[in-house]
């Protein structure tokens, strides 16, 4: 399952780099667009025909039906284009408004909802998650134990300290996933019954609750479920359905009218984008999009356009407020998107580290604290992706945002790094010539 992570992944597969010092974002909310605008370098008009061109080519020759790509820089899209076919089946042409499936791009919306609680009072960050989950106070560490048979029973072992609201957000809670990795633990977490029938967010963290943990908490930065027992702390804390909240407080005020766990107006289902049958992915316990479910995965659950979504981004990129309206401290968003896991903390990488050897992790999201070797890419650049392809960056130096849309998970990581490569190169900042 590795193949379709993030660019993190790309860049170890081409370049050996030391991890970096942690990076403390210095922008503020008070450095508006218009400050930033005169220094920033721009796109060449040549620069996003060659960009659209590569996306063109990847249809042509058959890696990908279609795809939607919106840059935007100074709050506004400086290129924003369908490519494609929405549907090879039926031959529907990709539209700019046509939905996706995210999967683990929803764990930045859920991450924000989660920080707009800290801004509340309502969490805070070292609070324990069993103060609002009560099933974790009787959580245990899986360890695995070798005998002469080769067999590996696994030792269950008593927390050092609690998991907290922090370690959900970083992803060091312990908690993992299964589809990666062959450890003993792994393989519990990738057993059907773990999402067996039709629960809500409460069933599925106390299912999470009762299996071991991969590790003590923040030892280890470990991709998980972590993001989904969060979106169940977020309910408790508010008093709503994670939906409920996001709706009321960042979904209608953002105008994200697309964005939701599942596509409840049948109308709208021609819309959704599909992918080759070679690329039909289910992971995690994420079913079709037209199927109506209790459970709202705040880890890989919604659907959404680019639209959508670049909308959310954009109020994340101005420090927190979008068109007059607050939703996040200034603050807040620089303590999300500065790293939380460097040297200094002690937190160790997964084997399966994700974000790559350039980048740290901050409270939602991976974070640029190093240029790859021998470029100028951005420090402090933030960025996730999804299963199927899709991926999103955010580069504050230059006021950029970009959305990528795609339903291929085997193709998404190696056009990741491609078009950010070009993107970069186009902005002056690919291969130092020295």
Known sequence: MKRWRTD?????????????????????????????????????????????????????????????????????????????????????????????????????????AAMMLVDDGKLALDDPVSKYIHAFADAKVGVDLSDEAGKYPLKLEPLKRPITIRDLLRHTSGITYGFFGETAVQKLYANPQLYAGDFDNAEFADRIATLPLADQPATRWNYSHSTDVLGRVVEVASGQTLFQFEKQRLFDPLGMSETAYYVADESKWSRIAQPFPVDRLRVAGIKEPTVVRRWESGGAGLVSTAGDYARFLQMLLNGGELDGKRYLKAETVAQMTSDQIGPETGIIHDPFYFPGPSSGFSLGFAVRTAPPPNTTWPLGEYRWDGAGGSFYFVDPQDDLLVVFMVQAPTQGGRIQLALKTMMFEALGKGLRKD
């Not at 590569?54 to 709050?75: D, F, K, M, S």
């Open 8 to 112: 993190g992944f790309a860049e170890r597969c081409l370049v050996a780099a030391a991890f970096a010092a942690a990076l403390v974002i210095g922008w503020a909310h008070e450095v508006c667009a218009e400050s930033r605008a005169p220094s920033a370098p721009t796109f060449s008009r040549a620069a996003l025909d060659r960009i659209g061109d590569y996306v063109r080519n990847e249809i042509t020759t058959g890696t990908i039906p279609g795809a939607i790509l919106l840059i935007q820089q100074h709050g506004k899209p400086v290129y924003f284009e369908s490519f494609g076919l929405r549907d090879p089946a039926s031959s529907q042409p990709m539209t700019p408004d046509s939905i996706f499936q995210i999967y683990s791009m929803s764990k930045a919306v859920t991450s924000v």
